[in-house]
């Protein structure tokens, strides 16, 4: 795995901004004065004059009626309160020279009454709230006494005034040693205070963010390892047609799972790669085992000896029909008498219309004209006898024959041409439009009814390489990598794999 991955990069953010974070509170804690601090806000500021700028209409009655001057009057409802980290003490406040330590100021009101209430098990702070402790009032300025708080205290004063709107400005002011005073948000009532303060969401965030975002890299990753059998390097797999299907998806993933693998395909036919693969062998001498892998239907030709050869899977095939011919299944005998040119149209077989037959084979280089030769027809095919697939190239030709170099074209000019007959691999039953299969004998290919059906249309697909190669080769990987993962490709085109425990009997026994 590289270092320099997603995943990597934000777990180490993470922790860099944990470690920094840890440090800091560490450092603050330890480096950093814990400050004393008297907050206040306004609680409360409501008009009960009629005739207050401002304010809000409404109903007096009693005192508040009958009280002369009360026409602009509001209430106000003041909370100071000791939100510091330390107790404050009387000698904290630093004004000289005088007995008040906080001075209030409500600008253009005038005060003329005051109440004074505290907090909790705080009895002992109304000792201090006397007129030789400094408590008095003067136009809009009231004189706070030096109040001893200790942390989360408090005390409200509730302040009568006129001559003023609502909402006009309230501010308290004195000096804290190593401290200060400072307006607090108001809170409503019904408000909770925050379980976080801004920097500790913030930092809760960003670490949040970190570890959503490194366990959705790790699940979206696929951090399945790398099949045993990858190799880097080129191979070239040549040979059958009739395995090329496997191939080209199994050779895909291998590269997709392998990095640095790249599997060329080159395949002309079973005898062609092979020969060709001899050939390489022959010519790179002392150099070792050439990188290829040749796939062949059946055995290699007995002269080839320095090829080692591999069972891989039972490869089925069929014959394939013309839409214009309405049979379904041929008998083994009829089957080989027509490829004698015994049976030249299909009105001499039951159920034929008068067209005649026209055999569309491989070229000499296909394993699968062999195996039909040696498993169906027990013969050789005739000698060709049409370049076209249409017309004889000579008369007295008993049968028209043509060969073409490939599955694809066998099975797309049978689809074309009326009264034609030809083979090709299973491919897993995919015919084009205008052809159709036939059973041998009421017997249909089929890779889950092979080892019962005695379906004679089949042959063992051998994989040769050129000698031993070394075991760490991608020769030898892709080798087992066929076994291990091609099993669904191979049955699904086809075929059945000799490393099933099915496959591995029918391998044995044919």
Not at 1 to 16: R, Y
Not at 123 to 148: C, E, K, N, W, Y
Not at 385 to 411: I, N
């Amino acid at each position: 795995m590289e270092w320099f991955s997603p995943e990597n990069v934000v777990a180490l953010l993470t922790a860099v901004l944990g470690v920094v974070t840890s440090a800091g509170v560490l450092w603050y804690e330890r480096r950093v004065p814990r400050r004393k601090r008297i907050g206040y806000r306004v609680q409360m500021d409501t008009p009960i004059g009629s005739e207050v700028s401002q304010g809000r209409a409404n109903v007096r009655m009693g005192l508040f009626d009958e009280t002369p001057d009360m026409a602009d009057a509001t209430l106000v409802l003041l909370r100071v309160e000791n939100d510091g980290s330390q107790s404050i003490a009387d000698e904290d406040y630093t004004g000289r020279g005088e007995l008040h330590g906080l001075t209030v100021e409500f600008t253009g009101r005038t005060v003329r009454g005051i109440a004074v209430t505290h907090s909790p098990d705080a009895d002992h702070l109304m000792d201090h709230f006397t007129p030789a402790a400094g408590l008095r009032h003067q136009g809009s300025v009231i004189r706070l006494p030096r109040v001893p708080l200790n942390r989360n205290e408090h005390f409200k004063l509730l302040v009568l005034l006129t001559g003023s709107h609502v909402g006009g400005p309230v501010t308290v002011t004195g000096g804290i040693r190593d401290g200060a005073v400072a307006r607090n948000k108001a809170a409503r009532p019904d408000e909770k205070p925050p379980l976080f303060g801004p920097a500790a969401r913030i930092v809760t965030v960003a670490l949040t963010a970190c570890v959503v975002t490194l366990a959705g890299i790790i699940v979206v990753r696929d951090d399945s390892p790398p099949p045993m059998d990858c190799a880097a390097g080129t191979l070239t797999v040549t040979g059958s047609t009739a395995f090329k299907p496997v191939l080209e998806e199994l050779g895909k993933t291998y590269e997709d799972e392998c990095e640095g693998a790249t599997i060329r395909l080159d395949v002309h036919g079973s005898n062609a790669g092979v020969r060709k693969l001899d050939a390489l062998g022959a010519k790179a001498g002392s150099a070792g085992s050439p990188s290829m892998i040749a796939l062949s239907d059946g055995p290699r030709p007995a002269a080839l000896t320095r090829l080692r050869g591999k069972r891989v899977a039972i490869s089925l095939f069929s014959l394939v029909v013309n839409d214009s011919v309405p049979v379904t299944d041929l008998s083994l005998d009829r089957i080989r008498r027509i490829h004698r040119g015994e049976i030249r149209n299909w009105n001499q077989i039951p159920g034929g219309p008068d067209l005649e037959i026209r055999l569309v084979s491989r070229d000499a280089n296909s394993g699968t004209r062999e195996v039909f030769q040696r498993r169906v027809l027990d013969a050789n095919e005739l000698a060709t006898s049409s370049r076209d697939c249409v017309t004889k190239d000579y008369a007295d030709a008993p049968v028209l024959r043509c060969e073409l170099d490939g599955t694809d074209q066998v099975l797309a000019e049978v689809a074309e041409l009326d009264g034609a007959i030809g083979y090709s691999e299973l491919r897993g039953g995919d015919v084009p439009d205008g052809a159709h299969r036939v059973s041998i004998d009421g017997t249909t290919p089929s890779v889950d009814t092979l080892a019962t059906s005695g379906y004679p249309y089949r042959e063992i697909e051998y994989a040769y390489t050129y000698g031993s190669p070394p075991a760490n080769s991608l020769v030898a990987g892709f080798l087992n990598y066929l076994d291990d993962y091609g099993e669904e490709i191979m049955r699904t085109n086809g075929h059945l794999p000799c490393a099933t425990p099915k496959g591995m009997r029918l391998c044995g026994e044919d």
